[in-house]
């Protein structure tokens, strides 16, 4: 504020000039590469500097539209490159499993519920898809903790068609017998 009005106007040309640098140094020039390849719609692309890549399937002045497989995507003809074609490994729609890797016993005596409830989801899933028809889940008397998880799981299963305890000559209060839904 009580600066000479010389010395601010030479700081402002001083600032001037910096903010001059930097803006020029900061630009970037627009690089266009020549592409000197032409496109017709089917051939194999890549999107640059991207994982991205499919076939083209529309040409519109200087947008293309390329087909990934899952989704369409438009994009501006100087950012294509040609790429080789992918052999892609489909995905099965189905499950192959053999009957002998399903159990129809799941003995689960001495552990934590906490332990049991994956296995025990997982050992249900596995015998349907092994086409099992009757299970059984040996969860010991004791006190009834792992019987009440397993009855709770057993419960809100989607695969399961009825379960109960075993007869008394085939374990009684410490086997949960189960038939799975067909």
Avoid: C, M
Avoid at 98 to 127: C, H, Y
Avoid at 143 to 168: M, P, W
């Amino acid at each position: 504020t009580k600066a000479d009005t010389k010395i601010i106007k030479e700081e402002k040309k001083k600032i001037n000039l910096l903010k001059e640098e930097i803006t020029q140094s900061y630009q970037t020039e627009e690089v266009v590469e020549k592409n000197n390849s032409t496109f017709v719609n089917g051939d194999n692309v890549s999107i640059k500097d991207s994982t991205t890549s499919g076939t083209i399937v529309e040409i519109e002045k200087n947008i293309i539209t390329l087909d990934t497989g899952n989704i369409r995507i438009k994009a501006n003809i100087k950012n294509i490159i040609h790429s080789k074609i992918k052999k892609e490994n489909k995905e099965q729609n189905y499950f192959i499993t053999e009957i002998s890797s399903a159990k129809t016993k799941l003995d689960i005596r001495g552990w934590k519920p906490e332990e049991a409830e994956f296995e025990i989801i997982k050992f249900v899933d596995d015998a349907y898809l092994g086409n099992l028809k009757h299970i059984e889940i040996i969860h010991g008397k004791g006190k009834g903790v792992l019987r009440a998880t397993v009855h709770e799981i057993l419960k809100s299963h989607d695969l399961i068609g009825e379960f109960n305890l075993a007869k008394i000559e085939f374990g009684g209060d410490g086997v949960t017998t189960i038939r799975l839904k067909e």
